[in-house]
C-alpha cells in the first residue's frame, strides 16, 4: 500500500512537470513586432468634423503611454490608437497634444519626441527628435514652439519642415510649460518650482517681459474679451511649498494683473481650460469647477463633484460644448472619461488608457 | 582543536536538535552511504546538509547521542563532517527550501536573486544583470521577506526590502528560504517570508587558494580571489570579488521604427531598429574578510565584515529618443556590514551572542548631459538622493533540549538604526531639499518549544514580541506541526501564523495620510515524500498549498501623473497558491550521474481593497508583476570530470496594471528561457583546474522582463577557475 502510494504520487508529479513544461514551450514567447492595423476616420470638409483624441500619459518609466480616439455622434471608442496604427509604442508620458495643418503632433515627454500624426488614419506621418523633455507644441505663423521640463530653453521650429530654426533661452527658468499667443505676444508659464509667466515676442523671438504669480503657475488660457487666465497649483503636491495657488486673471495685451482668485492653502488646482467661446473658465480643485470670464470670485459650487475619483484633466469640445473629465482612478489601470452636457449631465462613459492626461478635438 | 570541537559542536547540533527515532536513523545512514551531487535540498524541509558525517566514519556509529549525553561523547578525529538529519527538531513543521554551499558556489557570475529564482517557488524580480532584483515569497512584496545574514536584518530600514543583485552567490555559504508562518522563528516581519544568509568555515587546514576568472559578452568580466589560511584554532578567508560590464547588449528595439524621410520630412519607409542597450554599464567590488577562532571551552568566535563598492548606471527605456541629450541615471552603494559571533556549548545548554555594524551610503541621481557644438558640454543634475544608513546590532540566544522530546530556545535581538536623507535638487534653487533626519530602535524577542511527544509526531510554538521604536508593539505567535506515519518517508505539515510588518521610514516619511502597520494571518499545508527509491531513482516530492490575507498591505501608487510615488495602505491581499518541488537522482551507472530539480509555482495575490470609486476595477485582480504561473527546472549531468548544467525557466503573463488590462502596454508577455553551461575538472598535481563555457538565452529569444526594458540575447561566458594545491588537509 504505501509503495503503491509512493509510485502513484512520483507519477502525478512527473506528469504535472512535463505537462507544466509543455504548456509553457507552447503558450509563450510572443513577444515581437506590434500587430499593425488600419484605421480610417475621414475629416469631411463641410465643418462637420469630429472626433477627439485622448492622451494618456501612463507611468513614469514604464513606457506603457497610450492614445486613445472617441467618436461623439456613434460613441466608437479606439484604444491604443497610436501602438496599432502604427506597430510602435507611443512612450513614456505622453503629455500633450495640438492639431495644426492637417497634423495631429502628439508630445510625448520623457521619451524625448514629437510624433506628427493623420488625425484620419492615425499614421506616423513626421519624428521630431533632439528636444530634452519636451511638454507643450504651439503653432503660430511659420513657427512652432516647444517647452521643455529641464531646459533652459524654448525650442523654435520651422512649422512647415518641423527643423530646428533657432531657441529663445530663459535663463533663471529650466521649466517652461505652456503657452498662448495673443497678436505677437506669447505667454509661457515657468512651471515646475517657479512662479513666473514670461512674454515673448514672437516676432523678434525674445523675452520681452514677465509676470510674477504665486508658486507653479502650470495652464493658461485665453478668453473672448482678450484675458489672459494663468492658474497656479500652489506646489503643494511637490512638497515645497505652503503658499496658497491662485487664479489670475491678466489684460493679456500688456500683461498687467486685474483680479488674483486665491485658493485655500493646501489645495491643487489644475486643469485649467475654456470653452470654445472663450466665456466660461474650467478647472480642478478636486472637484471640476467652471466660472464665467466676467466673475468677481470663485465659484461656491462645483460644477461635477468627486465621488472618490481623481480627476486629472478636462477638455472642452469647441463644437458643442462637451466637457470632457479624466479620471486617474488610481493611476495604475485604465482610467475613466466622463463625458457631460453643457448642464453636467454625464453623456458617456469611456475606458481608456492609463491616466488620461490631455484632450485634443479634430 | 578545531575539526573535534567541530564534531562536539555538530554532534551536539544533533542531540539537541535532530530528535530522530530508530526507523529514520537507518535512512539516514542509507542516504550517507551514496553519491549525493549538489543539489537544492527540498522545498518542504529536505534536511539539506547541515554538515555531513562522512560514510565510513557514519557506519560504526548509528547511535546517535542521546542530547543530555553530549558533556562525554569521545572525541574522535574524522574527515569531512556531515549530517543528513532526518527530522530535526528545530524543522519541526518548517516549510524551507535549503540552498546548499556547492549550489551556491556553482557559477560566480550569479547573484543571490538568479539562485533563488532557480532554486526556490519564490518570483525573483529582474531585468539582467546590474539591475535590482528583488524577491516576491507566495505573492507578497518584496519588502515582505526578511532577509537575515548572520543574523543581522539586511532590509533597509528606508526601502523595507533586500536588493539580492548585491549579494553574490559566492559570497554566501549557506541560505535558507522559509516560506509564511515557517519564518516567525527566524524573523518578525516576514509576511512573504525570511532568507537567512551565511557565511562558515571551509572545512580545510593550510593554505587555501581559489582563483577564477570569467569573460563573458558585453565586455563582462568577474574576478574572484580566496585566500585562506586555517590551524586547529584559528582560520582566516578573505574573498575579493570584482565585476565590471559594458553590458550594452544589442536588441531589435520593437518599441521603436526607425523611419525613413524625404526631403521634406515626410515618413517614405521604416524598420524596427536594432539599438545598444544604453547607460548600463556597471561596476561591484565585493570585499568580504572572515575569521573564525576557536577558544577552546570559552566558545567559539566568528568574525564577518562585508564591503561593497557599487557604481551602476540605470538603462534608458526602449521608448527613449534622446540623442544628444540625454537623461540619465544612476545609483552609487557604498555599504559595510560586519558581525561578530560567539558561541558555546555549555552542558545541555548551547549560548550565542552576536554584534553587528552596517553603514550604507546609498546615491541616487537623475542628470541630463547635453553637447554643444565644438566640444561643448553641460551637465545638469536633476535630483540628486543622498541616503546614510548606520544600523547597530545586538543578539542573544539559548537552546536547550530536555530529553528527547522537548526543545526550548529562546533569542532576543535588538536593532538600532539612524538614517539621514535629502534630496538636494540642485536643478531647481528655490525648491526646498526634501530631508529627514531619523532612528528607530526595534526589539525582538523569542521563545520556542518543540515537542515530539511520540516519533512520529512533532508540533513547534514560536512567541515573538517585537516592540518597534514607539510606534507599536506586535505579538507574533506562530504554531507548527507535523506528522510522520508509517515507515518514514511521507510527512504531512501544516502551520500557521499571526505576523506584522511595520511601516518603513519612507513609508512613515511620504505618507500623506498615517499609514498603518501591515497584519498578516497565513496557514499552509503541505506533503513531502522523502528519498522514495526505485531501483536507480531517488526523488523527493514536496506539494505545499497556502492562503495568507494581509490587510493593511503597504503599496506605493505613483501620483501626480506618476512622477510622484506616495504609500497608501490597500485594505486588504489575499494570496493563496501552491508550489511544488521536485528532486529526482538518477544513478546510471559507471561514472554516469543525473539530477533534476524543479520547482513550480501557481500563485494567486488578490486585491482586496475597498473600491476608490465605482469605476475602480483593481478589486479582485492579481496585484501587478506577480505571475501567477511559475517554474523552473534545473538538470545536472556529469560524467568523470565532466559537468553539464541544463537551467530553464518560465513566467506567465504579469500585469503591470492593477486592473489586469490585457492591453498592449499593460502586460509583460510570458517567456521561457534556457541556459546550459559545460565544465571540465583537470587535476594536475600543483593545481585544480576548472573550465566553465556557458550560454545564456541558448534560443536567441527576444523578451522582456520588465516594462519596456528588452533583455539580451543568445550570449556567452567562460570562466577559468585555479586551485593552487598546498598540500593542504581536510
Not at chain 2, 142 to 167: A, C
Not at chain 2, 662 to 683: D, E, H, K, Q, W
Request: charged letters at 20%; glycine letters at 8%.
Amino acid at each position: 500500500m504505501y509503495v503503491r502510494i509512493t509510485e502513484i504520487c512520483g507519477r502525478i508529479a512527473a506528469g504535472i512537470a512535463t505537462a507544466f513544461c509543455c504548456a509553457a514551450m507552447a503558450g509563450c514567447m510572443k513577444y515581437g513586432p506590434l500587430p499593425q492595423e488600419s484605421f480610417s476616420y475621414p475629416m469631411p470638409d463641410d465643418g462637420t468634423a469630429e472626433g477627439v483624441f485622448i492622451i494618456c500619459e501612463g507611468n513614469f518609466m514604464y513606457g506603457n503611454a497610450s492614445m486613445s480616439f472617441y467618436l461623439p455622434s456613434t460613441g466608437e471608442l479606439q484604444n491604443e490608437i497610436f501602438a496599432r496604427a502604427n506597430g510602435m509604442k507611443l512612450g513614456d508620458v505622453a503629455q500633450s497634444m495640438t492639431m495644426y495643418d492637417g497634423t495631429g503632433y502628439v508630445v510625448v515627454n520623457n521619451s524625448g519626441v514629437i510624433f506628427g500624426m493623420d488625425p484620419e488614419t492615425f499614421v506616423v506621418k513626421r519624428v521630431i527628435r533632439g528636444m530634452g523633455s519636451p511638454r507643450y507644441i504651439l503653432f503660430h505663423g511659420d513657427k512652432a514652439y516647444v517647452t521643455s521640463l529641464y531646459e533652459p530653453e524654448i525650442t523654435v521650429l520651422d512649422a512647415h519642415t518641423m527643423q530646428p530654426v533657432g531657441k529663445i533661452p530663459t535663463p533663471g527658468h529650466t521649466s517652461t510649460e505652456q503657452m498662448a499667443v495673443f497678436g505677437d505676444l506669447m505667454y509661457v508659464t515657468c512651471w515646475s518650482y517657479d512662479n513666473t509667466v514670461l512674454k515673448i515676442d514672437t516676432r523678434r523671438d525674445e523675452i520681452v517681459g514677465n509676470i510674477e504669480v504665486r508658486n507653479q503657475p502650470r495652464q493658461l488660457t485665453i478668453d473672448s474679451r482678450g484675458k489672459l487666465w494663468v492658474l497656479t497649483d500652489g506646489g503643494s503636491a511637490e512638497g515645497g511649498t505652503t503658499d496658497a495657488p491662485a487664479l489670475y486673471r491678466i489684460d493679456a495685451s500688456n500683461g498687467t494683473v486685474e483680479k488674483e482668485f486665491v485658493f485655500r492653502r493646501g489645495d491643487s488646482p489644475k486643469g485649467l481650460c475654456s470653452d470654445g467661446a472663450g466665456e466660461t473658465i474650467y478647472f480642478l480643485n478636486g472637484d471640476l469647477w467652471r466660472m464665467d470670464c466676467d466673475a468677481e470670485n470663485l465659484p461656491d459650487e462645483p460644477f461635477l463633484e468627486s465621488s472618490g475619483t481623481i480627476y486629472y484633466a478636462i477638455g472642452v469640445d469647441p463644437h458643442n460644448g462637451d466637457v470632457y473629465v479624466g479620471d486617474a482612478v488610481d493611476y495604475q489601470q485604465q482610467g475613466v472619461v466622463y463625458r457631460l452636457n453643457d448642464s453636467g449631465r454625464c453623456l458617456d462613459t469611456l475606458r481608456v488608457g492609463i491616466t488620461p492626461t490631455a484632450f485634443c478635438f479634430r | 582543536m578545531l575539526r573535534t570541537a567541530w564534531f562536539r559542536r555538530l554532534a551536539a547540533c544533533v542531540a539537541l536538535a535532530v530528535l530522530q527515532p530508530a526507523a529514520y536513523r537507518n535512512a539516514a545512514a542509507s542516504v550517507v552511504a551514496h553519491y549525493r551531487m549538489p543539489a537544492v535540498a527540498m522545498h518542504s524541509g529536505l534536511p539539506a546538509t547541515c554538515g555531513m558525517i562522512s560514510s565510513h566514519e557514519m557506519h560504526g556509529k548509528d547511535k546517535i547521542p542521546p542530547p543530555d549525553d553530549t558533556e562525554n561523547m569521545p572525541e574522535e578525529r574524522i574527515d569531512s563532517v556531515t549530517v543528513v538529519g532526518a527530522r530535526p527538531m528545530k524543522d519541526i513543521g518548517v516549510q524551507k527550501t535549503v540552498i546548499d554551499g556547492s549550489v551556491l558556489s556553482e557559477d560566480v557570475t550569479l547573484s543571490l536573486g538568479d539562485m533563488l529564482a532557480h532554486a526556490t517557488p519564490a518570483f525573483v524580480r529582474s531585468s539582467g544583470r546590474g539591475s535590482m532584483s528583488s524577491l516576491s515569497v507566495r505573492g507578497t512584496g518584496s519588502s515582505h521577506t526578511r532577509v537575515v545574514w548572520n543574523g543581522m536584518s539586511m532590509n533597509s530600514p528606508l526601502f523595507g526590502m533586500m536588493d539580492l543583485s548585491y549579494i553574490p552567490s559566492y559570497f554566501i555559504d549557506g541560505a535558507a528560504l522559509y516560506y509564511g508562518a515557517s519564518s516567525v522563528a527566524a524573523a518578525g516581519g516576514g509576511l512573504g517570508g525570511a532568507l537567512v544568509l551565511d557565511t562558515r568555515p571551509e572545512d580545510i587546514l593550510g593554505f587555501g587558494m581559489r582563483y577564477i576568472q570569467g569573460i563573458a559578452s558585453f565586455r563582462t568580466f568577474d574576478e574572484y580571489l580566496k585566500l585562506s589560511y586555517g590551524n586547529d584554532r584559528v582560520r582566516s578567508e578573505t574573498s575579493l570579488l570584482v565585476t565590471t560590464s559594458r553590458n550594452d547588449f544589442p536588441y531589435r528595439n520593437y518599441a521603436k521604427k526607425d523611419f525613413v524621410t524625404d526631403d521634406y520630412g515626410n515618413i517614405v519607409g521604416w524598420s524596427y531598429p536594432v539599438e545598444r542597450n544604453r547607460n548600463c554599464d556597471y561596476r561591484d567590488i565585493h570585499l568580504l574578510q572572515e575569521l573564525y577562532y576557536d577558544a577552546g571551552d570559552a566558545g567559539r568566535f566568528d568574525l564577518s565584515a562585508w564591503y561593497m563598492d557599487s557604481s551602476r548606471n540605470l538603462p534608458l527605456l526602449s521608448t527613449d529618443y534622446s540623442e544628444s541629450n540625454s537623461s540619465l541615471s544612476s545609483q552609487k552603494e557604498k555599504t559595510f556590514r560586519s558581525v561578530v559571533r560567539w558561541e558555546k556549548y555549555a552542558g545541555k545548554n548551547k549560548l550565542s551572542a552576536k554584534a553587528g555594524y552596517h553603514y550604507s551610503d546609498i546615491r541616487y541621481t537623475e542628470r541630463t548631459e547635453r553637447a554643444y557644438g565644438e566640444g561643448g558640454h553641460e551637465v545638469q543634475i536633476r535630483s540628486a538622493w543622498r541616503n546614510y544608513i548606520t544600523t547597530l546590532f545586538g543578539n542573544a540566544a539559548w537552546e536547550r533540549g530536555l530529553g528527547r522530546k522537548l526543545y526550548l530556545a529562546a533569542d532576543i535581538s535588538v536593532l538600532q538604526h539612524f538614517v539621514y536623507t535629502i534630496n538636494d535638487k540642485p536643478v531647481r534653487p528655490v525648491a526646498q531639499p526634501v530631508v529627514f533626519d531619523d532612528a528607530r530602535t526595534e526589539l525582538s524577542a523569542l521563545v520556542s518549544a518543540r515537542y515530539r511527544p511520540v516519533e512520529s509526531v512533532g508540533i513547534a510554538l514560536n512567541l515573538r514580541q517585537e516592540v518597534i521604536g514607539t510606534d507599536g508593539a506586535p505579538f507574533i505567535p506562530s504554531l507548527q506541526a507535523e506528522w510522520t506515519p508509517g515507515r518514514g518517508n511521507i510527512t504531512f505539515k501544516a502551520s500557521a501564523a499571526r505576523n506584522y510588518r511595520f511601516p518603513t521610514l519612507n513609508d512613515k516619511h511620504f505618507a500623506v495620510e498615517p499609514i498603518m502597520p501591515e497584519v498578516g494571518f497565513t496557514y499552509d499545508v503541505g506533503i513531502v515524500f522523502r528519498n522514495i527509491r526505485r531501483e536507480r531513482f531517488a526523488y523527493d516530492i514536496s506539494l505545499t498549498a497556502y492562503d495568507s490575507r494581509i490587510r493593511n498591505w503597504i503599496l506605493w501608487y505613483p501620483d501626480k501623473g506618476g512622477t510622484q510615488w506616495l504609500p497608501t495602505n490597500i485594505r486588504l491581499v489575499r494570496s493563496f497558491g501552491a508550489e511544488a518541488a521536485l528532486n529526482i537522482e538518477w544513478r546510471m551507472g559507471g561514472d554516469w550521474r543525473i539530477a533534476l530539480d524543479g520547482v513550480f509555482a501557481w500563485t494567486r495575490s488578490l486585491n482586496m481593497r475597498k473600491p476608490i470609486n465605482d469605476n475602480d476595477n483593481a478589486v479582485g485582480k492579481q496585484l501587478p508583476y506577480v505571475p501567477v504561473w511559475s517554474g523552473a527546472v534545473t538538470g545536472r549531468l556529469s560524467w568523470r570530470q565532466w559537468r553539464l548544467v541544463y537551467k530553464w525557466d518560465y513566467y506567465s503573463e504579469r500585469f503591470t496594471s492593477t486592473d489586469n488590462s490585457a492591453t498592449i502596454s499593460g502586460r509583460i508577455l510570458p517567456y521561457f528561457m534556457n541556459c546550459i553551461s559545460v565544465g571540465y575538472t583537470l587535476g594536475t598535481r600543483f593545481a585544480d583546474f576548472s573550465f566553465n563555457f556557458k550560454v545564456n538565452n541558448l534560443f536567441d529569444e527576444e523578451y522582456e522582463t520588465e516594462m519596456s526594458r528588452p533583455m539580451p540575447g543568445r550570449n556567452y561566458g567562460l570562466s577559468i577557475e585555479i586551485t593552487p594545491r598546498f598540500a593542504s588537509r581536510r
